[in-house]
C-alpha cells in the first residue's frame, strides 16, 4: 500500500513532502521518543507520533520510514515542513488521537514491522 | 557587587543543528560585540569546544562557562553549567557513556571540534541529538554531584522541554533554574506556574543560539560578585543580596 492511498483512505491531510506519496508502507509504528523509534521501528514504517519539530524527519529518514502521522491535531514547525519536502517524506496530519488511528490502520491491515 | 549580562546557552558548530560559522573564536567575537559579560557554551550532549572557547574568551576578558545540553531518557533537554573545563568533561564522560549511535552529517548535520584559532580539529561521530539513557533525575543528580548548575531548557517550547514532555516539574528535582526561550514570556511563566521561586527555582532567559546573529537576543543580568557557579546559583536563589534581573538585557 503506497501512502498516497491511506491518505486519501483514512482522511490523513498531507502538509509536506508531497514528492513521497508513492513511498511504500511496509508496516505501522507509534511512539513520541525518538530514540525508541530509532531503536525499534522497522524500515519503511508508517510512523504516528505527537513530535513535530525537524528531527522527526531526521529519525524517518536514518530508519527508511515510509511517512509521518502527526495525531492529536498537531501540525509541523516550518522547518519540519522544509525538511520534509527536501527529503521527500510526507507529512500527514489527523485531529483523531494515535489510538485511534492505530485502529483504523490496523484493522486495514498494516501490521507490526520487525525493527 | 556588579551586574553581568549573561547567555547562558549557546550553540558551537560541534551542534548537529548550529550553523558552521559557530566557531568557538567567533561565538566569542559576537559575544563581546551583543555586549554580554559572560556567557556559557553549550553544545548538545558534548562540551569538545569548551575549552577552546574559554581560552579565547580569556584574551578578550569574556567569561565563558563550559556546560552542556543533556538530552534525558525522557527527552528533556537540561542544561549543566560548569566553572572548569575539567568538571564539563567529566559530565560528557558519564553522557558519552550512555549515549548510542553515531551521526548521519548528511540527516542531522556536521559536528565540528574546533580550536580557538578558528581551525578544524576534527568531526565528532556520535549520535549527539541522541537520547542519553538516563532519567532526568539520575542526570541532574550527577550534574550537582560535579557542582555544576542544573537548568531546565527552553520549557515554554513544547519539544525536548521538561514541561512539554513530562507536563510538570518533579516536586524533588533539584534544579537551580528554568530557561524561557527568547521567544518566551518571564511574566507568562510566573503566572502559569506561580509559587516557583519560593521553591527555589530560579528564572532566566537565555538565546539557545545556532547562529551568529542569535546571540544575545535573550540576556539575564545577574547582580552577583564573580560569574562563578556558585554566585549564579545564590542568584537563582535570591540569597545575600545576589537577584537576576530582566529589564537590563536588551538595551
Given at each position: 500500500?503506497?501512502?498516497?492511498?491511506?491518505?486519501?483512505?483514512?482522511?490523513?491531510?498531507?502538509?509536506?513532502?508531497?514528492?513521497?506519496?508513492?513511498?511504500?508502507?511496509?508496516?505501522?509504528?507509534?511512539?513520541?521518543?525518538?530514540?525508541?523509534?530509532?531503536?525499534?521501528t522497522g524500515d519503511g514504517a508508517?510512523?504516528?507520533?505527537?513530535?513535530?519539530?525537524?528531527?522527526?524527519?531526521?529519525?524517518?529518514?536514518?530508519?527508511?520510514?515510509?511517512?509521518?502521522?502527526?495525531?492529536?491535531?498537531?501540525?509541523?514547525?516550518?522547518?519540519?515542513?522544509?525538511?520534509?519536502?527536501?527529503?521527500?517524506?510526507?507529512?500527514?496530519?489527523?485531529?483523531?488521537?494515535?489510538?485511534?488511528?492505530?485502529?483504523?490502520?490496523?484493522?486495514?491491515?498494516?501490521?507490526?514491522?520487525?525493527? | 557587587?556588579?551586574?553581568?549580562?549573561?547567555?547562558?546557552?549557546?550553540?558551537?558548530?560541534?551542534?548537529?543543528?548550529?550553523?558552521?560559522?559557530?566557531?568557538?573564536?567567533?561565538?566569542?567575537?559576537?559575544?563581546?560585540?551583543?555586549?554580554?559579560?559572560?556567557?556559557?557554551?553549550?553544545?548538545?550532549?558534548?562540551?569538545?569546544?569548551?575549552?577552546?572557547?574559554?581560552?579565547?574568551?580569556?584574551?578578550?576578558?569574556?567569561?565563558?562557562?563550559?556546560?552542556?545540553?543533556?538530552?534525558?531518557?525522557?527527552?528533556?533537554?537540561?542544561?549543566?553549567?560548569?566553572?572548569?573545563?575539567?568538571?564539563?568533561?567529566?559530565?560528557?564522560?558519564?553522557?558519552?557513556?550512555?549515549?548510542?549511535?553515531?551521526?548521519?552529517?548528511?540527516?542531522?548535520?556536521?559536528?565540528?571540534?574546533a580550536n580557538e584559532f578558528d581551525?578544524?580539529?576534527?568531526?565528532?561521530?556520535?549520535?549527539?541529538?541522541?537520547?542519553?539513557?538516563?532519567?532526568?533525575?539520575?542526570?541532574?543528580?550527577?550534574?550537582?554531584?560535579?557542582?555544576?548548575?542544573?537548568?531546565?531548557?527552553?520549557?515554554?517550547?513544547?519539544?525536548?522541554?521538561?514541561?512539554?514532555?513530562?507536563?510538570?516539574?518533579?516536586?524533588?528535582?533539584?534544579?537551580?533554574?528554568?530557561?524561557?526561550?527568547?521567544?518566551?514570556?518571564?511574566?507568562?511563566?510566573?503566572?502559569?506556574?506561580?509559587?516557583?521561586?519560593?521553591?527555589?527555582?530560579?528564572?532566566?532567559?537565555?538565546?539557545?543560539?545556532?547562529?551568529?546573529?542569535?546571540?544575545?537576543?535573550?540576556?539575564?543580568?545577574?547582580?552577583i560578585e564573580t560569574p562563578v557557579?556558585?554566585?549564579?546559583?545564590?542568584?537563582?536563589?535570591?540569597?545575600?543580596?545576589?537577584?537576576?534581573?530582566?529589564?537590563?538585557?536588551?538595551?
Open positions: 500500500m503506497k501512502v498516497r492511498d491511506i491518505a486519501d483512505r483514512f482522511d490523513l491531510k498531507t502538509v509536506a513532502g508531497e514528492k513521497g506519496l508513492d513511498r511504500e508502507i511496509q508496516g505501522g509504528y507509534c511512539g513520541d521518543l525518538l530514540s525508541d523509534v530509532m531503536a525499534n508508517l510512523w504516528l507520533t505527537i513530535q513535530s519539530h525537524k528531527n522527526v524527519v531526521g529519525v524517518a529518514v536514518l530508519r527508511e520510514l515510509a511517512a509521518i502521522v502527526l495525531v492529536n491535531g498537531r501540525e509541523p514547525d516550518d522547518d519540519t515542513k522544509a525538511k520534509a519536502d527536501e527529503e521527500g517524506i510526507p507529512i500527514l496530519t489527523t485531529r483523531r488521537s494515535a489510538f485511534e488511528t492505530v485502529g483504523r490502520l490496523f484493522g486495514a491491515g498494516i501490521g507490526r514491522v520487525d525493527g | 557587587m556588579r551586574l553581568f549580562r549573561a547567555d547562558l546557552h549557546i550553540h558551537s558548530c560541534l551542534s548537529p543543528c548550529a550553523a558552521i560559522d559557530m566557531s568557538p573564536k567567533a561565538i566569542v567575537e559576537e559575544s563581546v560585540k551583543a555586549g554580554m559579560d559572560v556567557i556559557a557554551l553549550c553544545d548538545h550532549n558534548s562540551a569538545e569546544n569548551v575549552g577552546a572557547a574559554m581560552r579565547a574568551g580569556s584574551r578578550v576578558g569574556l567569561h565563558v562557562l563550559p556546560g552542556l545540553e543533556i538530552n534525558s531518557e525522557e527527552e528533556v533537554h537540561i542544561l549543566a553549567v560548569f566553572d572548569t573545563e575539567d568538571q564539563a568533561l567529566s559530565m560528557q564522560e558519564i553522557v558519552y557513556g550512555r549515549l548510542k549511535g553515531s551521526n548521519r552529517p548528511d540527516v542531522f548535520g556536521d559536528q565540528v571540534v581551525e578544524v580539529e576534527g568531526f565528532n561521530d556520535r549520535l549527539l541529538i541522541g537520547a542519553v539513557q538516563m532519567e532526568l533525575r539520575d542526570l541532574v543528580r550527577e550534574i550537582r554531584r560535579l557542582g555544576g548548575l542544573t537548568i531546565a531548557s527552553h520549557v515554554d517550547r513544547p519539544s525536548y522541554s521538561i514541561l512539554g514532555q513530562l507536563g510538570f516539574i518533579p516536586e524533588d528535582l533539584p534544579l537551580n533554574a528554568l530557561e524561557v526561550s527568547r521567544n518566551g514570556s518571564i511574566e507568562d511563566l510566573r503566572r502559569d506556574m506561580p509559587g516557583l521561586e519560593e521553591r527555589g527555582i530560579g528564572l532566566v532567559t537565555s538565546s539557545d543560539a545556532h547562529e551568529p546573529g542569535d546571540i544575545g537576543s535573550a540576556v539575564t543580568c545577574f547582580l557557579v556558585g554566585e549564579l546559583a545564590m542568584a537563582f536563589r535570591r540569597e545575600q543580596g545576589r537577584r537576576v534581573e530582566f529589564s537590563c538585557g536588551n538595551g
